[in-house]
T-cell receptor, first 113, second 112 residues
Framework: DVKVTQSSRYLVKRTGEKVFLECVQD?????MFWYRQDPGLGLRLIYFSYDVKMKEKGDIPEGYSVSREKKERFSLILESASTNQTSMYLC????????????FGSGTRLTVV | KNQVEQSPQSLIILEGKNCTLQCNYTVSPFSNLRWYKQDTGRGPVSLTI?????NTKSNGRYTATLDADTKQSSLHITASQLSDSASYIC???????????FGAGTRLTVKP
């Protein structure tokens, strides 16, 4: 089974802190994605990556950056956390976009106080 | 405006009963329509995937239908079980584009 592992299930950070959310997949997928999920809004794409060192902005990239130094790892960075970034963050990966199903990680519930 | 609308927002049914969840979309053209199940505190897990030319796809007690003319999809759950309690999310893949549009989900609660 494909596994997408997010390093933390729950995180509590203070306003202004730099936050790293890590995601690792073990199936040699080229494509990796970061979403945030908020009640009533569904999943919204923050950033995605189709290759090592490659990144593209999604629908809501403001306040976030990403890093993909290795194929299996895709990191989401909150440069200066704010309370409106309190959310569930989901990482996903896929081999061929739009053909094979996406596999999601279990999510990281981030609370910024 | 979200391009994928799901209804109802939440639903409570008794164990053993059937239910149908709805998904209306305006995304066009699209390549695939997916239904995901998301347990509380977990990531979404794929239930069904239908291409734009398919009308129905089953996965055990879950049956998804697609009407591309009316831009509607439904997920029918038969003989519900307590473990069906979850959020069900409808997702549309944009055609020839590395992008997906997500519905906000329907929260299903199955009570004994």
């Amino acid at each position: 089974d494909v596994k997408v592992t997010q390093s933390s299930r729950y995180l509590v950070k203070r306003t202004g802190e730099k936050v790293f959310l890590e995601c690792v997949q073990d199936m040699d997928h080229e494509n990796m994605f970061w979403y945030r999920q908020d009640p009533g809004l569904g999943l919204r794409l923050i950033y995605f990556s189709y290759d090592v060192k490659m990144k593209e902005k999604g629908d809501i990239p403001e306040g976030y950056s990403v890093s993909r130094e290795k194929k299996e790892r895709f990191s989401l960075i909150l440069e200066s956390a704010s309370t409106n970034q309190t959310s569930m963050y989901l990482c996903a990966s896929s081999f061929v976009t739009g053909v094979v199903g996406y596999t999601f990680g279990s999510g990281t519930r981030l609370t910024v106080v | 405006k979200n391009q994928v609308e799901q209804s109802p927002q939440s639903l409570i049914i008794l164990e053993g009963k059937n239910c149908t969840l709805q998904c209306n979309y305006t995304v066009s053209p699209f390549s695939n329509l997916r239904w995901y199940k998301q347990d509380t505190g977990r990531g979404p897990v794929s239930l069904t995937i239908m291409t734009f030319s398919e009308n129905t796809k089953s996965n055990g007690r879950y049956t998804a239908t697609l009407d591309a003319d009316t831009k509607q999809s439904s997920l029918h759950i038969t003989a519900s079980q307590l473990s069906d309690s979850a959020s069900y999310i409808c997702v549309v893949d944009l055609y020839n584009n590395n992008d997906m549009r997500f519905g906000a989900g329907t929260r299903l609660t199955v009570k004994p």
